[in-house]
């Protein structure tokens, strides 16, 4: 029966083998992890630039008929009901009486103002709204709700974005928690360590809209689970022991 309970166990642990892609062991990572990189520091005249593929919504005082996705007035509509503008591959949008207008690159701000330029020739001073409506930013790995949050400002705190999840897990490793931003055609990622002591600024980052936050696993997850799943299982085996001991002793 000791041989049979030995079997098993080691059956059961090898069974219960399962890759976590949010777990790296200590080894793998004393090789990928990073310093915070530069891009990652506090920039006080960051802007958000607009992209392709983004939704814009632009809104013009009393003036429905030029406004897309208009959020003044009864007569506000937003991306429930498609009322917003698609920049395209070649970065454009084609604007109500305006036509196509190339917009990659541009801020809110200058978009605004060259609105604005464009209407003041039928209109006295046009006053105007510009909207991303799909600035995001996405949370995964170890936090209570893993999600994808809209995010309406342009600042945006790495523990503001974690406490919109819920918090963090029991599992979460918080000396490896990375950031993954996208700068052009490069893909940047960097590591935040929560236990750090010392410069709070370091730890709780400004987050850009398209960042991705990872919260890694404690690498000891997986054994803790198999364990788990071996216990209830050992105390099932112990009592058919108990049970055949007994009916052969009679």
Known sequence: MRFIYSILIIFLISSCVTKNIMMETPELRKNTVKDLNPTFQYNPDYQYKIRKNDKISISVWGQDELSVGSIYGVYNSNEIYGKWLMVDAQGNIEIPKIG????????????????????????????????????????????????????????????EIISKTGGFEYYADLKYIKIIRQENDETIISNINLTKSGDYNSKNIYLNPGDIVVVNSKWHKDFDKRISTIVPFTATISAFAILYKLVGNK
């Open 100 to 159: 196509s207008k190339k917009v990659v690159g541009y801020t809110t701000i200058q978009l605004k103002d060259t609105l604005y330029q464009y209407l003041s020739n039928w209109l006295v001073n046009p006053i105007i709204d510009v909207k991303v409506l799909n600035k995001e930013i996405t949370v995964l790995g170890e936090v209570k709700a893993p999600q994808t949050i809209v995010i309406d400002k342009e600042r945006n705190t790495l523990f």
